[in-house]
Nanobody
């Protein structure tokens, strides 16, 4: 059974940090690029960060560059999103997305984890 399970969300004060985890099972994780998206209430889902295979090249949305870091541990089938200097506008549900690289096929989503940045 294919699964992506996010965890690590919660309530944090502005300026604080959280680390999100995305654990994959049921497919060959090392063949997939992984992205983190977020969706705030009333807004469209937006790409936050991505990491490729096998070299682990990364890319970030401008709004999080320098504050967020994406990384992966293929041995643990896990991708992380370290979020520092959190702002109230980072509040959203964060989703993990795994997309297979050619020639393989597959596109999987997790259920999301809520991040709330507030006093």
């Amino acid at each position: 059974q294919v699964q992506l399970v996010e965890s690590g969300g919660g309530l944090v004060q502005p300026g604080g940090s959280l680390r999100l985890s995305c654990v994959a099972s049921g497919f060959t994780f090392s063949r997939y690029a992984v992205r983190w998206y977020r969706q705030a209430p009333g807004k469209e889902r937006e790409l936050v960060a991505g990491i490729t295979i096998p070299g682990g090249s990364t890319n970030y949305a401008g709004s999080v560059k320098g504050r967020f870091t994406i990384s992966r541990d293929n041995a643990k089938n896990t991708v992380y999103l370290q979020m520092n200097s959190l702002k109230p506008w980072d509040t959203a549900v964060y989703y993990c997305n795994a997309v297979a690289t050619m020639p393989w096929k597959g596109d999987y989503w997790g259920q999301g984890t809520q991040v709330t940045v507030s006093t």
